[in-house]
């Protein structure tokens, strides 16, 4: 696309004054300008990433350049047990004005623990200070079928993170658990609190809890004081018959309070990342008013319910929810990016 002279030089313009105010506020919490952009999480390219080869992400130096050249501040991503040679490229990335984060998995039993330890040194070596981690990779209410079944997964949740304690405190890198749609606020932060080491806190996810009735800002009201990293995103919801339809759009374009979001967590945090997870999926269904979907919850409070379809009606989205069903892989890809890519164009624009 050719850009007129006016039109160049608008853009710049604006481009001057959000790097102003930036700086400004690199200032005032003492940290590298680029470290308070935008930075991009694997998941939001989940499609591109499961091609084969050279065409998907596979490899975090593949996916790292890529971000770069997108003008992304930092990437979370997994980073394995890379050699020597690649953890040093990694690294170099921090020295060329981005920062890396980790993703991994728990330890499965006690012997997991040096597969664990060794991808958090791993992640040291690639200059990742923070690393991601969930305890349950499915959603409750679908993963569930009594309050039994989930007691036994919150038990073995808990011995899987003292497995992972010692190999946290050793390496010194810290551990970040994600609210995904696995814990409400009040058994994460339990759990925390249990835990009891201030290297393992949370991973703030702004849209996850949506679908276990928690209103989304006082979630990360709630978090931000032991928050480490984000999945930063937006949201829009639509009401259906057995409950509400959730799903992540390009920031700006749901009904999250972003501007709220980052003043709570940098309130707390100053020089807390945001990763942008811009999930490109067909809408997920939160079946809040079937059975089943209250099997794990024993003192779920109806009025939490009560609240959420309202929330539902009051933002309910008046157009069809953005999908990938009927839509080729080149069209996938293409839509997957362009979502990325404007919301690394609303953060410029509107969150400077």
């Given at each position: 696309?050719?850009?007129?002279?006016?039109?160049?030089?608008?853009?710049?313009?604006?481009?001057?004054?959000?790097?102003?105010?930036?700086?400004?506020?690199?200032?005032?919490?003492?940290?590298p300008l680029h470290e308070l952009g935008l930075g991009i999480v694997i998941h939001s390219y989940g499609i591109r990433a499961g091609q084969p080869g050279a065409e998907g992400f596979s490899d975090p130096l593949v996916?790292?350049?890529?971000?770069?050249?997108?003008?992304?501040a930092?990437?979370?991503?997994?980073?394995?047990?890379?050699?020597?040679?690649?953890?040093?490229?990694?690294?170099?990335?921090?020295?060329?004005?981005?920062?890396?984060?980790?993703?991994?998995?728990?330890?499965?039993d006690e012997g997991d623990v040096a597969r664990f330890t060794e991808v958090l040194r791993?992640?040291?070596?690639?200059?990742?200070?923070?690393?991601?981690?969930?305890?349950l990779s499915g959603r409750r209410y679908e993963?569930?079928?009594?309050?039994?079944?989930?007691?036994?997964?919150?038990r073995e949740s808990f011995q899987r993170l003292e497995w992972a304690k010692p190999a946290v405190e050793q390496t010194g890198v810290r551990l970040a658990v994600e609210n995904h749609k696995d814990w409400r606020t009040d058994e994460l932060l339990d759990i925390l609190r249990r835990i009891d080491c201030p290297l393992i806190g949370v991973c703030v996810d702004t849209g996850?809890?949506?679908?276990?009735?928690?209103?989304?800002?006082e979630v990360v009201d709630a978090y931000a004081p032991v928050a480490f990293t984000s999945h930063f995103k937006d949201m829009v919801l639509q009401e259906y018959a057995d409950g509400f339809l959730l799903s992540e759009v390009p920031l700006g374009q749901g009904f999250l309070d972003l501007k709220r979001i980052v003043q709570s967590l940098r309130a707390k945090q100053p020089e807390i990342r945001l990763n942008l997870e811009m999930i490109t999926r067909d809408p997920l269904r939160v079946p809040c008013l079937t059975?089943?979907?209250?099997?794990?919850f024993d003192k779920l409070p109806a009025s939490d319910l009560a609240a959420t379809m309202r929330r539902v009606r009051e933002h309910a989205s008046n157009e069809a929810l953005p999908t990938i069903a009927g839509k080729s892989i080149?069209?996938?890809?293409r839509f997957e990016d362009g979502n990325v890519r404007a919301s690394l164009q609303f953060a410029d624009s509107s969150l400077k």
């Open positions: 696309m050719k850009l007129s002279r006016r039109t160049f030089s608008v853009i710049a313009a604006q481009a001057a004054a959000c790097l102003g105010a930036g700086r400004a506020w690199a200032e005032s919490v003492n940290m996916f790292l350049e890529y971000c770069r050249q997108l003008g992304a930092g990437v979370q991503t997994s980073l394995g047990k890379l050699d020597a040679l690649a953890a040093e490229k990694m690294s170099a990335a921090t020295e060329a004005k981005m920062y890396v984060e980790g993703i991994v998995s728990l330890p499965e791993t992640s040291a070596a690639c200059g990742a200070q923070v690393v991601r981690t969930v305890m993963t569930f079928a009594d309050l039994a079944s989930f007691q036994a997964f919150a996850n809890s949506v679908a276990l009735l928690e209103e989304p800002h059975e089943k979907y209250w099997a794990t080149d069209e996938r890809l």
